[in-house]
């Protein structure tokens, strides 16, 4: 079975520059996740999609940030402008809620974004 | 989700079992106690959970204390792979699919 899917791995860009992510879940997960990693943190959600449907969006920096969901399969996350905070790794993640593992979120590799 | 309390670092030695700590004196009835880790340069993996009970998989062992108060994840024999952050992680069983909370977490060191 393929694991999550991100692309690309590293990104550098400057400060005010735009820049988009994207995302491939397990197939047949319902459930799609987008996390925000700065260096020494755990990871925080930034949006939460159920299929299409978006379900938390409530720590995603709206002014600057957005992610869509289309066809409820891939996803991406995208930074307008960018600021030097944004300087992170983005990690998706997917999850289902059938079966013994429901709930149990698989996480992608990661994009490493730095911001100059 | 209630919070949990982890020490920042450990050090283990190869082929020697660890015992990482997880403190969650909050925690409700409805909470499971779940552990993630993550490997250096790549995304959080899933490592097992419980609620009441020990349990055991292949990747490691989950002992909880009987007050549900504290937890302790056990690698029964480290290898180098298994340096890695190790969060320890409450759920609700009534919000299954929802967001994980993740903390500090405890970053493993295992010497040859």
């Known amino acids: 079975e393929a694991g999550v899917a991100q692309s690309p791995r590293y990104k550098i860009i400057e400060k005010r520059q735009s820049v988009a992510f994207w995302c491939n879940p397990i197939?047949?997960?319902?459930?799609l996740y987008w996390y925000q990693q700065i260096l020494g943190q755990g990871p925080k959600l930034l949006i939460q999609?159920?299929?299409?449907?978006?379900?938390?969006d409530s720590q995603l920096p709206k002014d600057r940030f957005s992610a869509e969901r289309l066809k409820g399969v891939d996803s991406t996350l995208k930074i307008q402008p960018a600021k030097l905070e944004d300087s992170a790794v983005y990690l998706c993640?997917?999850?289902?809620?059938?079966?013994?593992?429901?709930?149990?979120?698989?996480f992608g590799p990661g994009t490493r974004l730095l911001v100059l | 989700d209630a919070k949990t309390t982890q020490p920042n670092s450990m050090e283990s030695n190869e082929e020697e079992p660890v015992h990482l700590p997880c403190n969650h004196s909050?925690?409700?009835?409805?909470?499971?106690i779940h552990w993630y880790r993550q490997l250096p340069s790549q995304g959080p993996e899933y490592v097992i959970h419980?609620?009441?009970s020990n349990v055991n998989n292949r990747m490691a062992s989950l002992a909880i204390a009987e007050d549900r108060k504290s937890s302790t994840l056990i690698l029964h024999r480290a290898t180098l792979r298994d340096a890695a952050v190790y969060y320890c992680?409450?759920?609700?069983?009534?919000?299954?699919?929802?967001?994980?909370?993740f903390g500090q977490g405890t970053e493993l060191s295992v010497k040859p």
């Open positions: 993640a997917s999850s289902s809620l059938r079966g013994t593992s429901g709930g149990t979120q698989y």
């Open positions: 197939s047949g997960h319902a459930t």
């Open positions: 999609f159920q299929n299409n449907g978006v379900v938390d």
């Open positions: 909050t925690i409700s009835g409805t909470d499971y």
């Open positions: 419980g609620l009441t």
């Open positions: 992680i409450l759920r609700t069983r009534y919000n299954q699919g929802g967001k994980l909370i």
